[in-house]
């Protein structure tokens, strides 16, 4: 079973420049979240799918993070315009209606300067 | 609401030492807890888990019991590697919303 995919691996901007990162979670998995993970802190909720809808969206920063997931896989999250503090291990993961754990992708290391 | 709260790290052993890491949570409701471990470089990765309350989770020589009464999950395993160098983090799940919380996570060390 293919795990959690997500790209780019590692992504290098200057403060106020957009940046995508692109998630593809377990075949079948119809939850899907978006986590920030800052240097030395715990993963912190993004935004949740359930196939299309959101479920929980209350931590994403609206005013610059923005989410879509099409058709119930695939899902990008958008920085537009990045800040320093945006600074971040971006992670993935999914997990199924049966199961209780979530899968987690590699994540996207994102570095403003 | 929801929460979980970790013994602050950064944690040293030498090779072959007694590993707890301290794990209490805030819930409303029933939840599942979880003890996620991350290598260098790489993403989190399941380590075990528990359902309900006296549930004993293990995996590869580590453990943990879901204690309802004292609302812990405090991770243990008998004699450490080098290889379990990792940041260890505790969370939960809300069987409703099938939400997740984290803990800040626990830097381990082990010295041969």
């Known amino acids: 079973e293919a795990g959690v995919a997500q790209s780019p691996r590692y992504k290098i901007i200057e403060k106020r420049q957009s940046v995508a990162f692109w998630c593809n979670p377990i075949s079948g998995h119809a939850t899907l979240y978006w986590y920030q993970q800052i240097l030395g802190q715990g993963p912190k909720l993004l935004i949740q799918f359930q196939n299309n809808g959101v479920v929980d969206d209350s931590q994403l920063p609206k005013d610059r993070f923005s989410a879509e997931r099409l058709k119930g896989v695939d899902s990008t999250l958008k920085i537009q315009p990045a800040k320093l503090e945006d600074s971040a291990v971006y992670l993935c993961?999914?997990?199924?209606?049966?199961?209780?754990?979530?899968?987690f992708g590699p994540g996207t290391r994102l570095t403003v300067t | 609401g929801n929460s979980v709260t970790q013994m602050e790290g950064p944690v040293t052993l030498s090779e072959e030492a007694f590993l707890t890491i301290n794990c209490t949570y805030t819930a409303t409701g029933y939840p599942s807890l979880f003890w996620y471990v991350q290598y260098p470089g790489e993403g989190l990765q399941l380590l075990l888990k528990a359902t309900k309350a006296d549930d004993k989770g293990s995996n590869k020589g580590f453990e943990a019991t879901y204690r309802k009464e004292t609302t812990s999950f405090h991770l243990e395993k008998g004699s450490v590697q080098v290889s379990d160098s990792a940041v260890y983090f505790c969370a939960l799940r809300r069987n409703t919303g099938n939400q997740f919380y984290f803990g800040t996570g626990t830097s381990l060390t082990v010295i041969p």
């Open positions: 993961a999914s997990s199924s209606d049966r199961a209780y754990e979530q899968y």
